[in-house]
């Protein structure tokens, strides 16, 4: 328990004694939400591991497909259901709610470079967002370097196919 130190009544000074502990109310202590934010938004996402069937994030969040990550938030991604390598605009979506902007989205296509179509070019280019497109397993190192450097980047990062490992 961090130590506290708080100031007496008519500007005494500080006390040697810590506050007492405030009790937390009933909504409090029943939040679904306490303690997550140590867990996930205020840790740094790093990609440890990858395969045919998906992600492994800080070494121990394992997400099962697709995926698109922020600097502390990784999240599932469905960019097409019937081809995953035909991006629409619709896939980058929820890009569009962030503020800041990412300054940089690093794409992964799986182990072949496979870039997006003119519609998701135009729409990095009028938000000033770079798009760099290059295989899985390069963008995880992009992606990862460059979380580590504070900096605001995302990353689509497409698994690669259960045959490419063979």
């Excluded at 007492?20 to 790093?46: C, K, N, T, W």
């Excluded at 497909?65 to 502390?72: C, E, K």
């Excluded at 497109?133 to 992009?142: E, K, L």
Aim: hydrophobic share 40%.
């Amino acid at each position: 328990m961090r130590r506290i130190r708080w100031p007496l009544a008519l500007g005494r000074g500080f006390a040697n004694e810590t506050k007492p502990p405030r009790e937390l109310s009933y909504l409090e202590q029943h939040d679904m939400y306490s303690g997550i934010e140590d867990r996930v938004f205020l840790e740094r996402v790093a990609v440890t591991s990858y395969g045919p069937q998906g992600f492994t994030i800080n070494n121990d969040i394992e997400l099962h497909g697709h995926v698109m990550l922020l600097p502390q938030l990784p999240m599932l991604w469905r960019p097409n259901s019937e081809n995953p390598l035909e991006f629409t605009r619709d896939s980058f979506s929820v890009l569009d709610l962030l503020y800041p902007k990412p300054e940089l989205i690093v794409m992964g296509t799986g182990t072949s470079q496979q870039f997006p179509s003119q519609e998701i070019r135009e729409w990095a280019a009028s938000n000033g967002i770079p798009l760099e497109v290059m295989r899985t397993g390069s963008a995880i190192g992009v992606f990862n370097v460059c979380c580590m450097e504070n900096r605001n980047v995302a990353a689509v990062l497409l698994r690669p196919q259960q045959d490419d490992f063979s």
